[in-house]
């Protein structure tokens, strides 16, 4: 008979402090397994693709060595949840300690059948809130106050000394359970996991880039720089939202740039604003949230979407966002929401396409935050103002010199000027002088912004007023929204 132990089952929290199933688990006297299951059946869906798996592994490998200092044991195994705890169930498990995810459909029934596993075995399963969002919660009356009041907190800290390791059962898992293999590096240049690295990035942002982080928030190039760059540490927790949240606010009393640093906190809690939105209403992976607008029909052309995808549709900026998405796993919330209303606007297409596809190349892919966006770049919640962004004009506002341009379609290069936003405008002649050849080079535009615009809005105002979507809009604020509310 194998002694009793517990495990502490990292998800999407792949940190060593601020995490409360290590603090709970540090309470209890019980020899303790550390561990990550990389699953396939997760990692399948449609969400997720190798730059996560990547990011994932480096985090995981970097917790190893912290785990191996301490001389504690940490295992990464890759297989289905439900066979890894069936087997260590038979080894002698009798707790386990763990985030409440904020995830996907996949993940909630992984979580269900495990419950009954472990209820059958009598295992106890002590699941934390995730960070300051509340299970189960139908209004938001008090959201602001307790979110600031979670903030705030001091960070309890974890007594490593606590913990012992189960001799034996180590071993009898390095031997029967097939261990995670190292993922490929995925081609372009996209961000390291790993908890060093967020802080890398957090300090280097309130020491320095935070200055023009307002200034450059919606330029495609600048905001690389300038904006904080944690979405994806925040995504797979390498750090909490508050340990976060407590550094900047420490920076911010002696930084010259307080404005800047205060609307960087507000987009902290907008995002979880977000998340608890999804929280509650999670059926939003597959429907719209306002089911009024259930009913609207799309133009399902996959030759345009396929154009779309790879960046080439003729529109320099919507172009250069989506090349370098897929090269780097990363643009600005501006631009994001362009390609999204360029897609389900312009091109008339669903909303599902572009959570699905953006899903896999956004490194932060966080679906709290995903789902409720893109509905809300699409146009479908009731309660937003309707945003369609005209490519040309974002691209004279906000890469006026065509460099983010240039740097992702060198195709147009050779255009000089303002040209470059509206290169369908160059006649063959000038064509020739500059040594371009649209329709060859660089596609041709497919479809008439003005045309598009006009029959975006037609389509999106003229359902707002039918009944089924004013009355889900009513239950929507019910729920989700504050009275002073902002995003
Ligand atoms: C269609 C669409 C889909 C999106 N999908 C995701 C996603 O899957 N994962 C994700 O992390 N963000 C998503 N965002 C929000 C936003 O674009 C990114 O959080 C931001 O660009 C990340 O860059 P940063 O860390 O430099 O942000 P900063 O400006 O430095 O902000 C700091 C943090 O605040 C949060 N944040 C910032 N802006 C928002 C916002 N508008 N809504 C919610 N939280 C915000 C993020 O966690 C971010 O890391 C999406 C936005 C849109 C329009």
Redesign the pocket.
Known sequence: MNEAFQVVWFKRDLRLTDHEALFQASQWSLPTIFLYIHEPEVFGSVHYSPRHERFIWESVEELKAHFAQKKLAFFSVEMSAIMCFEKLISLGLTCVHSIEEVGLEVTFARDRKLKMVFEKAQVQWKEYPYSGIRRGLSSRRDFNAYWYDYMSNQIPEVSWEAFETPLAITEQISGDMSLMQEKDKVNGIIQQGGISKAWLYLKS?TNERVAN?MQH?SKPEQ?RKS??????Y??WGNIS?RE?FQHQYTAGQTSSYKRNMRQ?AS??R??E??MQKFESECEMEFVSVNRGYSELNYDDEWEKYERWKAGKTGFPLVDACMRCLIETG????RM??M??SFLCHHMNQSWER?ANY??GL?L????G??FP??Q??AGITGINTVRIYNPTKQAQDQDPNGYFIKKWCPELEPIEGGLIHEPWNLTQMEQTIMGVNLGVDYPLPFLDLKQTHKEARERLYGVRKSPKIKSESLRILKKHTLKRRN?
Do not use: G
């Open positions: 942002f982080y928030i905001s904006c904080s760059r944690l979405s994806p925040l995504a939202l976060v960087f987009r902290l907008w995002r604003h977000f990363y643009i600005n919330f994001r929401a390609l999204v572009a953006l899903s956004f932060d892919f966080e679906p935050i995903h966006q893109i809300m770049q995003p």
